[in-house]
T-cell receptor
């Protein structure tokens, strides 16, 4: 079945770039997402990319998609303390009624 | 604009007691609705989803159930809670043509 995997933890220094990686198994994935969850809150859609795109940039966020390797990454430039959160990778197909989420990567920022 | 409401925000219940969590959506019709559970420090587990009134798909067999009595209302229930039902419960909606899910603010359930 479909599976989405990501590493559990990432620690970066304030001001550096953060890169969160994700792999997925469903070759028919149409949409790939990044969600952010701050402590005690629900999930917030950060950005998404269509499977026919290689890259999407939105202010400090850059999403890279390698469809051949089924690898998705999220780069956060100039990481700030407010970026501390759990980041979820997710995928869906155009016909699916559900999104498959990864287990989340906890990003911590050190001074 | 569309909004999603979930309540209560926090709940402490004894083992064996019943449960009812409610989720309502405003500003859209016939959305897909979802219940997820997030155990402490873990990822999201899809529990139930519904593509229409009275239509419920169960992803994980357990002592929870879901119902959709109205188009924009999704209820998560249990007749008798277990300790393992503790977690953070999230409701979400999705509408065809809209990219991604929109999540509610969640309910923190602690079974004692």
């Amino acid at each position: 079945g479909e599976d989405v995997e990501q590493s559990l933890f990432l620690s970066v220094r304030e001001g550096d770039s953060s890169v969160i990686n994700c792999t997925y198994t469903d070759s028919s994935s149409t949409y790939l997402y990044w969600y952010k969850q701050e402590p005690g809150a629900g999930l917030q859609l950060l950005t998404y990319i269509f499977s026919n795109m290689d890259m999407k940039q939105d202010q400090r966020l850059t999403v890279l998609l390698n469809k051949k390797d089924k690898h998705l990454s999220l780069r956060i430039a100039d990481t700030q303390t407010g970026d501390s959160a759990i980041y979820f990778c997710a995928e869906s197909t155009s016909s699916a009624s559900k999104i498959i989420f990864g287990s989340g990567t906890r990003l911590s920022i050190r001074p | 604009s569309q909004t999603i409401h979930q309540w209560p925000a926090t709940l402490v219940q004894p083992v064996g007691s019943p449960l009812s969590l409610e989720c309502t959506v405003e500003g859209t019709s016939n959305p897909n609705l979802y219940w997820y559970r997030q155990a402490a420090g873990r990822g999201l587990q899809l529990l139930f989803y519904s593509v229409g009134i009275g239509q419920i798909s169960s992803e994980v067999p357990q002592n929870l159930s879901a119902s959709r009595p109205q188009d924009r209302q999704f209820i998560l229930s249990s007749k008798k809670l277990l300790l393992s039902d503790s977690g953070f419960y999230l409701c979400a909606w999705h509408f065809q043509g809209v990219t991604g899910y929109t999540f509610g603010s969640g309910t923190r359930l602690t079974v004692v």
